[in-house]
């Protein structure tokens, strides 16, 4: 029943943007905080940011402050992460995940990959 599908990966250049989307169905979008997690290659799960039911307040992992925005479009149900000033570090599988009232992602999306290299 309830479905996340990233978007809007892809290869590109350190320095380069890019924006992830995440398309929610199955649920009331706006009644969940939403956040999203990467994996990088051979390492586990990072959270990167999380973003409340009406976006409101969101929260950034160090890493990613300052350069990454996230954003949601209750109306659309999706979720975005614009990405600016990649790094390489910065590639690995992103993930949409949704959090319950106990703060558990109880659902994830498939993934999109992104990859910064030169």
């Known amino acids: 029943e309830v479905q996340l599908v990233e978007s809007g990966g892809g290869l590109v250049q350190p320095g380069d943007p890019l924006r992830l989307s995440c398309a929610a169905s199955g649920f009331t979008f706006g009644n969940y905080d939403m956040s999203w997690v990467r994996q990088a290659p051979g390492k586990g799960p990072e959270w990167v940011s999380t973003?409340?039911?009406?976006?409101?307040?969101?929260f950034y992992a160090d890493s990613v402050r300052g350069r990454f925005t996230i954003s949601r479009d209750n109306a659309k149900s999706t979720l975005y992460l614009q990405m600016n000033s990649l790094k390489p570090e910065d590639t690995a599988v992103y993930f949409c995940t949704r959090l319950t009232i106990y703060y558990k992602y109880d659902f994830w999306g498939q993934g999109t990959q992104v990859s910064v290299s030169s």
């Open positions: 973003i409340n039911g009406n976006g409101g307040t969101t």
